[in-house]
C-alpha cells in the first residue's frame, strides 16, 4: 500500500513548482549577518589577499558601503575593528573612540535600519594576538572579563544593538550582561559565541583582522573540534548567563552540532559562523572552474539552516542575497 508502484516520490520533484511547494528550508536575506572589518589607519584598508571579495574599510567608506549593504537587502552587520596600535592588554579596543565604536556611530547616524552588531574580543587588540590578557604566558580568565565589560559597554553606548562576546573566556556572558545593565543599557542583547571551536578554518580571518597569535595557539579556550557534548554545557551556561542569541562556530564541518544544539535548547535563536576558512576555500575552487560558486553559496548556506540555524554570518552574504532575488 505505502510502497512503490503506489507511492512515487518523484512526482514531488517533476517541475521547479512542485519542488518548491515540496521545500522544506528557505534561505532569505534575513537570515544573513555580514561581518566588516573597520580599519583605524588609512595604510590598513584594502583587498584582503586570502578572501578574494573582502575588503578592510576605512570609516569614511563606510557610507558607500552601508548603501550597498542597504540595496542588498541585508538587515545586520557584525563589525571588527583593526586599531593603529596594540599593548599588551588591548586597551585601544576598550576606551570610547576605540574603532568599532566610531564605526558603529557612523552607521547609526546613516540608517536606523541596518541592526548593528560588535565583536567583543581582545585579540584584534593585543600585541600578542591572544583573546585575553596574559599573565605567566597564560590567559588570565578574570582579568580579561573586566576588560570585555569595557569594550561592549563602549560599543553598546555607540549604538551597538548586539555585542558578540567571542573570547570563549568562562563567565563573560553573565559580565557582559552585568556590566551593560549597571551602564543603562539593558535593552542592547548579546550574540554568545557561545560554542567555539579551536579551528584551523580561520586562518584567513587572521591575515584579515590582523590577529593571529604571536605565541601558542587557542587550545585552551576555544573547543576541541572532537566534543560535542561539551558543547552543549557550553550552550547552557551562556543562556543561564544571559545571552539572547547563541552561536556555533565553524558552521558547515559542525553542522552535527548545530542540529544538537538546535534540538537541546529549541527556545533559542541560534546563529552558525560559516568562517573565512568555509568561504576562502568555495572561492579558491570557483576561481579554478572546480566549483559553480552560486550553486555552492546557496547548498552550503542551505545545509546551515536545515541543520537548525536560525542565522548565519557570512561573507558570502551580498552576494547571496543577489542570488536569492534571481
Ligand atoms: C576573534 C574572532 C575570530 C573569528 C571571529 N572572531 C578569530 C579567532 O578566534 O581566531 C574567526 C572568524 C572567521 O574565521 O571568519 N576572536
Known amino acids: 500500500m505505502s510502497g512503490y508502484p503506489t507511492r512515487r516520490m518523484r512526482r514531488l520533484r517533476r517541475t521547479p513548482a512542485i519542488r518548491a511547494l515540496r521545500r522544506e528550508t528557505r534561505l532569505t536575506a534575513d537570515d544573513f549577518i555580514y561581518p566588516l572589518f573597520i580599519v583605524e589607519r588609512d595604510d590598513q584598508a584594502g583587498p584582503v589577499s586570502s578572501m578574494p571579495g573582502v575588503s578592510r574599510l576605512r570609516i569614511d567608506d563606510l557610507d558607500r558601503e552601508v548603501e550597498s549593504i542597504l540595496s542588498a537587502g541585508l538587515r545586520s552587520v ?5 586599531p593603529s596600535s596594540k599593548d599588551a ?4 579596543g576598550c576606551g570610547d573612540d576605540n574603532i568599532v565604536s566610531q564605526a558603529a ?13 560588535t565583536d567583543v574580543c581582545l585579540c584584534e587588540y593585543t600585541d600578542h594576538g591572544h583573546c585575553g590578557i596574559v599573565r605567566d604566558g597564560a590567559i588570565d580568565n578574570d582579568e580579561t572579563l573586566s576588560a570585555l565589560c569595557q569594550m561592549a559597554v563602549a560599543h553598546a553606548r555607540a549604538g551597538a544593538d548586539f555585542v558578540a562576546p567571542s573570547g570563549m573566556m568562562d563567565g563573560m556572558v553573565g559580565a557582559i550582561r552585568r556590566g551593560l545593565d549597571e551602564a543603562g543599557l539593558s535593552d542592547v542583547g548579546i550574540l554568545s559565541y557561545a560554542v567555539k571551536y579551536a579551528s584551523s578554518f580561520y586562518g584567513p580571518f587572521r591575515e584579515a583582522a590582523d590577529s593571529k597569535p604571536a605565541f601558542g595557539d587557542r587550545r585552551s579556550y576555544q573547543m576541541d573540534p572532537s566534543n560535542v557534548r561539551e558543547a552543549l554545557a557550553e550552550a547552557k551556561l551562556d543562556i543561564d548567563e544571559g545571552a539572547d ?19 537541546a535548547f529549541p527556545e533559542m535563536p541560534l546563529a552558525a559562523y560559516q568562517v573565512s576558512g568555509e568561504y576562502s576555500m568555495i572561492k579558491a575552487a570557483a576561481r579554478n572552474g572546480w566549483l559553480n560558486e552560486r550553486d555552492v553559496v546557496l547548498e552550503a548556506l542551505t545545509s546551515i539552516k536545515r541543520a537548525g540555524a536560525d542565522l548565519i554570518i557570512t561573507y558570502f552574504a ?3 542575497a543577489g542570488y536569492l532575488r534571481g
Open 78 to 82: 557584525l563589525l571588527f575593528g583593526l
Open 89 to 92: 592588554t588591548g586597551s585601544t
Open 105 to 117: 556611530l557612523r552607521i547609526k547616524k546613516l540608517t536606523d535600519r541596518l541592526v548593528v552588531m
Open 245 to 263: 542569541i547563541i552561536m556555533v562556530k565553524p558552521a558547515l564541518p559542525y553542522l552535527d552540532v548545530v542540529r544538537r544544539v538546535r534540538e
Open 318 to 320: 551580498k552576494e547571496a
